[in-house]
């Protein structure tokens, strides 16, 4: 039942979730898998387009880009290769921190919250909007797919999980979730010496 179950995530059950969530992550993995044939010029010149959307997004929708790239005077016109990003001022996590909401957006309304584990020593927040994130979702099942791991398929994650005792109902929200996927999550953040050989047992 479970060698079926990945043909039913996708035929199935996904295009249902989908029509009820108004996602489109499908599709995207399939756009996104069409890139693995395309030529490198082809690659190059999409990327381009692209970088040059966002470049605009960031200076046209946020305060920020806008304020530190006019206090550089630089304008869009003057980035017209890859060798001319370094024109552009570098940004830090310090920069995102103290400067956070001049970053977001003016376009984008109840973003999905998202943060590092803080292996730096501090989280580093940021968010995206749903569109964004089912792009960053569809990217990670392609490369998972790569390893035999793609979407539905029965896998098991040592993972970075919650920090500190979740709510049941956050427990409860995210073994369901992971069982949909057909994936188990193992919590390296609790993972220790005497815990290691339970940890082996369910792998």
Same mark, same amino acid.
């Given at each position: 039942m479970m060698a079926l179950y990945p043909k039913l995530l996708r035929k199935f059950i996904m295009p249902l979730y989908e029509k009820i969530r108004g996602k489109n992550l499908l599709a995207t993995i399939d756009e996104y898998q069409s890139h693995l044939s395309w030529s490198h010029e082809e690659l190059k010149a999409f990327q381009w387009q692209k970088l040059k959307c966002l470049l605009a997004h960031a @200076?046209?929708?946020?305060? @920020? @880009?806008?304020?530190? *790239?006019d206090e550089a005077g630089i304008s869009l016109d003057d980035i017209k290769c890859l060798d001319d990003f370094a024109k552009l001022p570098i940004v830090t996590k310090d920069d995102i921190k103290n400067h956070y909401g001049e970053f977001l957006s003016n376009k984008y309304t109840n973003n999905i919250k998202k943060a590092t584990g803080g292996s730096t020593g501090q989280p580093f927040r940021f968010e995206l909007n749903t569109e964004s994130n089912t792009r960053r979702e569809a990217?990670? *099942?392609?490369g998972y797919g790569w390893l035999g791991a793609g979407l539905g398929q029965k896998t098991l994650y040592l993972w970075g999980a919650d920090i500190g005792q979740p709510t049941l109902f956050k427990k409860i929200k995210n073994d369901l979730y992971h069982k949909f996927y057909n994936r188990k999550m193992l919590n390296s953040f609790i993972m220790n010496t005497n815990n290691m050989n339970s940890y082996v047992d369910v792998g």
């Open positions: @200076y046209k929708t946020t305060t @920020y @880009y806008q304020r530190v *790239w990217i990670m *099942w392609r």
